[in-house]
């Protein structure tokens, strides 16, 4: 057990709907991650938070958002949901700020979304 | 930009055979990180091994044993006497300053009884 729980574990919903995932990270980590792992593109880096703030975007879609919030949680909302957009998303928490290339990143189980 | 590539898609072994993953990686960074992450069955990633761009020297860890070869730029992972238990997706994955962890598509171990 990594220590990072994200729910819900399974979300089916329809095309153009809009919904809310959340993660919880190790007790004690500041910097929260989400990756996005799919069939054709893989495993690809979403956005990083460190303490409440925006810290790095990658691939991010504009449909998508993410927020950390005080208690260190993060959310990341997925809006106009495609059929493309099915995939497993993952939260990680590491302890450091992220600028460093050395962080050990503690996955969660993700949350399989099925857009339908 | 940075790669990471695992060529082999998908490998089939029978227990207690050896098993070396393979890891080819590109980066213009003289100073990365290069990382092996677990995926069993049940969908976490686990974390395996973390290694410096300065640090050639090989590692073994029970079972597993990584080679790390800058002038091939390739990190190998190999298991020795497959488990039925070792059967999952293993990614391989480089990270250097101001860039996050780049994943590889990762390679299927089934490992048969």
């Known amino acids: 057990d990594s220590g990072v729980t994200q729910t819900p574990k399974h979300l089916i919903t329809a095309t153009g709907q809009r919904v809310t995932l959340r993660c919880s990270p190790r007790?004690?980590?500041?910097?929260v991650y989400w990756y996005q792992q799919s069939l054709d593109q893989g495993l690809q880096f979403l956005i990083q938070y460190y303490n409440g703030e925006e810290r790095a975007k990658g691939n991010i879609l504009e449909r998508f958002s993410a927020q950390q919030f005080p208690d260190l949680h993060s959310e990341l909302n997925l809006s106009s949901l495609e059929l493309g957009d099915s995939a497993l998303y993952f939260c990680?928490?590491?302890?450091?700020?992220?600028?460093?290339?050395?962080?050990?990143?503690?996955f969660g189980s993700g949350t399989q979304l099925s857009v339908l | 930009a940075q790669k990471v590539t695992q060529a082999q898609t998908e490998i089939s072994v029978v227990e207690k055979e050896d098993v070396t993953l393979d890891c080819v990686y590109e980066?213009?960074?003289?100073?990365?990180?290069l990382f092996w992450y677990k995926q069993p069955p049940s969908g976490e990633l686990v974390f395996l091994i973390r290694r410096n761009s300065f640090d050639e020297q090989n590692e073994i860890s029970g079972r597993y044993s990584w080679n790390f070869q800058k002038s091939t730029s390739s990190f190998n992972f190999t298991i020795t006497a497959s488990q039925v238990v070792d059967s999952a997706v293993y990614f391989c994955a480089l990270s250097s300053l101001g860039n996050k962890l780049v994943f590889g598509a990762g390679t299927i171990l089934r490992v048969k009884s």
């Open positions: 980066t213009r960074d003289t100073t990365y990180y």
């Open positions: 990680a928490s590491s302890a450091g700020t992220g600028l460093l290339a050395n962080e050990k990143l503690f």
């Open positions: 007790s004690g980590d500041l910097s």
